[in-house]
């Protein structure tokens, strides 16, 4: 029995010391353990860079050469914005044309009315005094009624043109097709293009504005465009109040374009002044940088539907007191990116 008590001790000795299946499974489980904690310590790193936030040293600052200011609001132009169609004057060099045709031939009819006028009364004389006769007379007469019902006829023609100048133009472009003015001649020799301006539904101005801004085809710069008159149609897709627009021939624009146009609605809006050297463009958004304390400044969005010229806008969306960065937000907008590059290297 000794033998045997001595042999199950061995072996109960020898089971506690080797790693079983759980022990081995505890040990496999407890191996990536320091790797997940460095993971949670390289997201924290990530997650401590914050989004739109750059800090940049007083000298950092200076060698870029980063300016700020605190811009006080004030009152503005307001500028509505608004939808713009360069139109194909086709039919404005038609009725121009025709217009001019009808009157040469007006005239015309007024040069032969003016001849068998003077023959009809002469030969009515000489009858009268029987040195012609009768029939001769009533000839000159039918050639004097003919001409004066060419006439009749060439007026009405002018006038009906006219009429339909004014009906589909309005009276200021139709009048400039009548008498062929400066207006409608730099439309014909594309000197400049026709834009018809939209207002949004319900919009409205206090006034006839003189000007308006449009959108190039680049969307770098802005166009001037000068104001005509108030269209005589509306553009079917918007329904809004419209007007004509005269744009210079060079702007890139062509007729069937649209194109964003703003118009001074003649009221007031109350917004800062920004140059267009302050504001970054990233994700479709517009931005400022603000300055949070003298290392710290955190990027801002802004509407820019208030231009005042090719990049300069009114902006009403920053808060009252902020120090805006005026030169040197490109640069943020790089050192942002290359601190969240940063950021995401770290995390891996």
């Known amino acids: 029995m000794r033998p045997l008590a001595v042999g199950l001790l061995l072996l109960a000795l020898i089971a506690i010391a080797s790693p079983g299946p759980a022990r081995a499974a505890g040990a496999a489980e407890d191996g990536p353990q320091p790797e997940s904690g460095g993971s949670r310590t390289a997201t924290s790193r990530a997650q401590g860079v914050e989004l739109g936030v750059v800090r940049l040293s007083p000298e950092q600052q200076r060698q870029v050469g980063l300016e700020t200011a605190v811009l006080k609001a004030a009152p503005h132009p307001e500028q509505l914005r608004a939808y713009g169609t360069v139109l194909d004057i086709a039919r404005i060099t038609e009725l121009t044309n025709s217009y001019a045709s009808a009157q040469a031939q007006l005239q015309t009819a007024q040069a032969k009315l003016e001849v068998a006028k003077s023959a009809f009364e002469r030969a009515r004389n000489l009858v009268q005094s029987a040195a012609l006769p009768k029939k001769e007379a009533e000839i000159a007469e039918g050639a004097f009624r003919t001409d004066q019902a060419a006439l009749a006829a060439a007026e009405s023609q002018v006038k009906t043109l006219g009429a339909t100048a004014q009906q589909e133009w309005g009276p ?97 809006y109350e917004g800062v002044f920004v140059e267009d050297t302050a504001i970054v463009r990233w994700q479709g958004q517009s931005w400022v940088y603000l300055r949070l304390d003298p290392k710290t400044f955190k990027r801002h969005p802004i509407s820019t539907d208030q231009p005042v010229s090719d990049d300069d806008y009114v902006v009403r969306d920053i808060p009252p007191g902020s120090e805006i960065v005026l030169r040197g937000a490109q640069v943020l907008l790089s050192e942002e990116a290359k601190s969240e590059l940063r950021g995401n290297a770290d995390n891996d």
Do not use: C, H, W
């Open 172 to 268: 200021v472009i139709g009048k400039a097709i009548v008498e062929r003015s400066p207006v409608v001649v730099r439309l014909i020799e594309r000197e400049q293009f026709l834009v018809q301006v939209t207002l949004s539904p319900g919009a409205s101005l206090a006034g006839a504005p003189r000007t308006a801004l449009s959108q190039a085809p680049s969307r770098n710069t802005n166009i001037d465009l000068q104001y005509i008159s108030p269209a005589t149609r509306t553009d079917p897709r918007i329904q809004g109040l419209s007007y004509f627009f005269a744009a210079p021939g060079d702007s890139g624009l062509l007729p069937g374009m649209n194109t964003t146009v703003y118009v001074p609605s003649g009221r007031t």
